[in-house]
């Protein structure tokens, strides 16, 4: 090669001449010479642990007068001169055309902002380009700043650290460079076929944090690896429509008639179009025919990416895949799962028919690219909405208007003719089955001609209102073209269980017969699904065109069982629990680990119900001092009648305070009393409260037990503790928070979040408080106050600040976690420094999820069963991207268990993983309504009765007097 005055060699982009270039360009200021020698040689080593990559062949420049350094050169050295000052002058002081990276960057539209970043460090320590580019990204931070890691911790990587360009995204946002962008050469051989458009790699390894303790168990789960035959690339294309098409269906229609150029073999999704090669021209435009009015529409579809069918932003195209291949074996969709109408179970005495169905989701785990297939199952009634229709107004209601709307509003209905789901949201009284309307082809016919003409059906009742459905709007475009559907009653049928049906135990029974489902039945429905998409010629191409297939079988895997866990009950009293996780028998046989003395206590009762109370009041005078409680004979008031108003005048006339609490027998459930008597004993009237319903301590067989569980709930209310858990020692002073937050329906924008705090060391003793969100304010800015007075709490109770704070939140979910990490994580975090500027103690952010439609089984020889409680699955199918585990927790008699899914977003605690998962485990055996574990850490499920009791019945923050006890059990 030339000297570099000579200008950059024909056939090279001239990137590395056009950097020397500006560096050559660039004012000498004091301090420069000391902060390009520092690293530099070595492409920043130390501060990166990537290799530099290779330098480019320019020729030393010749050494300036005076100088007794020699100038570094190379990528490293010439980027680092590039930091002192803004992006945006490289290109300005380059008299060539624009070139290299600083157009590129400039074409990107990187905004000043980080370029001033970069200056104002004035002299930095060399950096590779790794670094550089790393700092430009907003990924790792470079070495001294302050981004990246908070102090001590680990953030979850899919915060900010790893960027990938978006699946369809063409501009990546502002401050954020694909990697894959900078290797670009020159903006104008964008336009050469594939030149910007390299392989995306997948971004670093995935996190690995798996435990050792426990004894190993053999596993499956409801995944199936995805495989790959080969090396097939995937090409997204993005279509652009001239005139604009606002209808989803119609650019299908347009899309499909591209078949010969196209081939066999694409998938669209509605803007982007995925194929498996390359076409002629990186910017392809084709004239199509617009379906409804004939039209010409020019279809231009410009090449964005290639990339790897196993990297991370191929996961979209995987589920469109899916949703494809679910399609041909003639599944319904409904919401996003997909149901087997031939395959329906009817429940005839209940007028119910039974869909079973898969749930099926494509995700880049630890352990590569998996399918996640469970079974679900839709309930339909063979009721229409025309016959509910008919009988509300058989009821002769005042407004009967009002009331079928009330009776159809919101609700899901499915036309058999189609079999498609539509919501009901509104109802037009004028519109008829023989109103007329324009079909696609311009031609005016009414209702009954055209389901008569179409699908051979006959409507009976030509004058029933129709049902109006608005389509949801698919694409930005349609969201100005209102589209209606209407449809006859008499033809939809209605989906789901009403209230009064999930409350009727025979019918909950006879459904449960077909949706609860044991493990070998899942596996079976699972190999089911697998056989038909490999039997199904269309089926199994789909996969078989991208390079693609299904494994034979669901994912082998080995996870541990937990040792069991070992509880204290009262005088000393310890006992290890059982492999059914339940210790009722202990529980009621043994003394609570502090109970409360009931000396004085009042119960309101009707006057009618006076002999099975008075049982009730004998037996838990007798049967209490079994546990521990000493009951003292009960001031007893019966009331005349079960209206709201005598019951709250009773209860204020005798709460004063030396009552300790108040028992409100009620004759017949029902919300309002109920919710007015919570809101006196827990705002206005603040005392511990018990409402019972008649009927559970009518049935004499059942009553003794009843009685202990309710002396059990008495207790807590009262401020007592029935069992304890063991923290080891050496985790010093451990803090845990439950967080849940309930969303009031009718209040929209409106939440009441619940925060639950420890505050001893056994776990036993509780610490709740609430907050409440007005519409438009940060739940977490409440959230901080709540967190501050848990800190403050357990001081006053130990005396000591907490070492370990761990954060259990819930009601997150995946598309939320970034956001959960980034702002809740960091915003508790920050209130440390109000206790005080020096306390920062280790702090551990997790989220709880339930609803997740993970299944894992033990395999005890060719069977399947559900996993032991204690069982825990840390790796394979856990999150490539954070750090998470499965826990199973509970027993179940019948149907399959759930596992709780558990990731952890921040831990700054420095705890290894099993201590982690054995805390989590350990919690959730100490929620005290249920003498037995639950699917989730105790401060989370009270957190979350709290929030659902505020919320739902009370509606104003509780007394704080009642704060450190659990009134709300």
């Not at 392809?284 to 379906?291: D, F, I, R």
């Not at 119910?352 to 839709?378: A, R």
């Not at 049928?493 to 949706?515: H, I, P």
């Not at 055996?925 to 009765?945: E, L, S």
Request: charged content about 20%; glycine content about 8%.
């Amino acid at each position: 090669m030339e000297g570099a005055g000579a200008g950059p060699p024909a056939g090279r982009g001239g990137r590395g001449a056009a950097l020397l270039a500006a560096l050559k360009a660039k004012q000498k200021r004091p301090g420069d010479d000391e902060g390009a020698r520092v690293g530099l040689a070595d492409g920043g080593a130390g501060v990166s642990n990537q290799q530099p990559p290779p330098v480019q062949d320019i020729t030393p420049t010749p050494q300036p007068s005076g100088s007794p350094h020699p100038l570094p050169v190379g990528r490293a050295a010439l980027l680092s001169g590039l930091t002192g000052r803004s992006l945006g002058g490289v290109a300005s002081s380059v008299s060539a055309p624009s070139v290299g990276r600083a157009a590129l960057l400039e074409k990107l539209k990187i905004k000043g902002g980080v370029a001033s970043s970069l200056a104002s460090v004035g002299t930095v320590p060399g950096v590779g380009r790794a670094q550089l580019l790393a700092s430009l990204k907003g990924g790792v931070s470079v070495v001294g700043s302050s981004s990246g890691q908070s102090q001590g911790g680990t953030v979850s990587p899919g915060v900010e650290t790893r960027v990938q360009s978006p699946p369809g995204g063409i501009t990546p946002p502002p401050g954020k460079v694909s990697p894959t962008a900078a290797a670009t050469v020159s903006p104008t051989a964008l336009a050469k076929p594939m030149s910007g458009m390299m392989i995306q790699e997948e971004g670093g390894d995935p996190i690995i944090r798996k435990g050792t303790a426990g004894k190993t168990v053999k596993l499956t789960a409801n995944y199936v690896r995805l495989e790959m035959e080969g090396e097939k690339g995937m090409y997204e294309y993005e279509v652009k429509f001239n005139p604009l098409v606002d209808s989803r269906d119609e650019r299908f229609k347009l899309v499909g008639q591209q078949r010969e150029l196209f081939g066999p073999t694409k998938t669209f999704d509605g803007i982007c179009l995925y194929l498996p090669h390359q076409l002629d021209q990186v910017v392809t435009v084709v004239k199509g025919t617009h379906p409804v009015d004939q039209s010409e529409v020019t279809l231009t579809m410009s090449l964005k990416h290639k990339k790897r069918l196993a990297d991370k932003a191929c996961i979209q195209f995987y589920n469109t895949l899916f949703r494809r291949i679910m399609t041909t074996l003639k599944m319904c969709q409904m919401n996003k799962n997909f149901y087997d109408p031939t395959a329906g179970h009817l429940v005839p005495q209940h007028k119910l028919e039974i869909w079973p169905g898969y749930v099926t989701s494509v995700q880049q785990f630890e352990g590569g690219v998996m399918l996640c297939c469970d079974v679900s199952h839709k309930v339909l009634r063979t009721q229409t909405a025309y016959q509910l229709l008919k009988d509300v107004v058989a009821q002769k209601p005042a407004d009967m208007q009002g009331s079928v709307l009330k009776a159809l509003l919101g609700a899901v209905v499915l036309t058999r003719y189609n079999n498609k789901c539509y919501k009901v949201d509104d109802i037009d009284w004028d519109m008829t089955p023989s109103s007329k309307f324009v079909d696609h082809n311009g031609e005016e016919k009414s209702f009954v001609d055209y389901y008569k003409k179409h699908y051979g059906i006959t409507i009976k009742d030509e004058k029933q209102p129709m049902l109006i459905n608005r389509a949801k709007k698919k694409t930005a475009e349609e969201a100005d073209v209102a589209k209606l559907i209407a449809l006859v009653p008499e033809l939809c049928n209605l989906t789901g269980l009403t209230d009064q049906m999930k409350n009727d135990f025979r019918v909950m029974k006879d459904v449960a017969l077909f949706t609860r489902v044991t493990p070998n039945q899942r596996q079976l429905a699972l190999r089911k699904f697998l056989k038909n998409v490999n039997d199904s010629a269309e089926a199994s191409s789909h996969l078989l065109n991208w390079g693609l297939r299904l494994a034979p079988d669901a994912i082998k895997l080995e996870g541990r069982l937990l040792n069991p866990e070992k509880l204290m009950a009262g005088k000393n009293f310890q006992f290890t629990v059982n492999s059914k996780a339940d210790w009722g028998r202990e529980i009621t046989t043994n003394h609570m680990l502090t109970a409360v003395d009931l000396k004085k206590w009042s119960v309101v009762f009707v006057q009618k119900n006076d002999a099975v109370v008075q049982n009730f009041v004998s037996l838990m005078i007798k049967l209490s001092p079994k546990m521990g409680m000493k009951v003292a004979q009960p001031e007893m008031n019966q009331l005349a009648n079960d209206r709201t108003e005598t019951y709250l005048k009773a209860i204020r006339d005798n709460v004063n305070p030396n009552v300790q609490l108040v028992v409100a027998i009620m004759p017949t459930p029902r919300d309002d009393r109920y919710s007015a008597v919570k809101k006196l004993c827990c705002v206005e009237k603040p005392v511990p409260s018990q409402v019972i319903n008649f009927k559970t301590i009518s049935n004499e067989k059942k009553v003794s037990s009843v009685v202990q569980k309710v002396a059990l709930q008495i207790n807590c209310k009262l401020g007592g503790e029935l069992w304890g858990c063991s923290i080891p020692p050496k985790l010093g002073n451990l803090m845990v928070l439950g967080v849940d937050v309930y969303h009031d329906p009718s209040r929209r924008g409106s939440s009441i979040a619940g925060v639950v705090s420890s505050t001893n060391m056994s776990m036993s003793r509780w610490y709740s408080s609430t907050c409440f969100q007005q519409p438009g304010q940060e739940l977490i800015d409440s959230l901080k106050i709540a967190f501050i007075k848990a800190l403050k709490k357990f001081y006053e109770m130990n005396h000591v600040w907490p070492d370990k704070v761990m954060v259990f939140r819930d009601g997150v979910g995946d598309s939320q976690l970034a956001m959960s990490a980034k702002y809740e994580a960091e915003q508790f975090k920050d209130s440390f420094k109000h206790i005080s500027d020096t306390y920062k103690p280790g702090f551990g952010f997790i989220v709880v999820q339930k609803r997740i439609n993970t299944r894992i089984f033990y395999m005890s020889g060719k069977e399947l069963d559900n996993p032991p409680p204690g069982t825990v699955l840390d790796h394979t199918v856990t999150r490539r991207d954070w750090y998470d585990f499965f826990l199973v927790s509970q027993h179940v008699g019948q149907g399959t268990v759930s596992p709780t899914h558990y990731v952890v977003v921040h831990d700054s605690m420095e705890l290894p993983v099993d201590a982690v998962q054995r805390i989590s485990y350990k919690l959730t055996h100490m929620y005290y309504n249920w003498p037995g574990t639950v699917r989730v850490p105790a401060p989370c499920q009270y957190a979350h009765k709290l929030a659902y009791q505020v919320g739902e019945h009370i509606h104003k923050e509780p007394s704080a007097k009642l704060e450190d006890r659990l009134f709300y059990l």
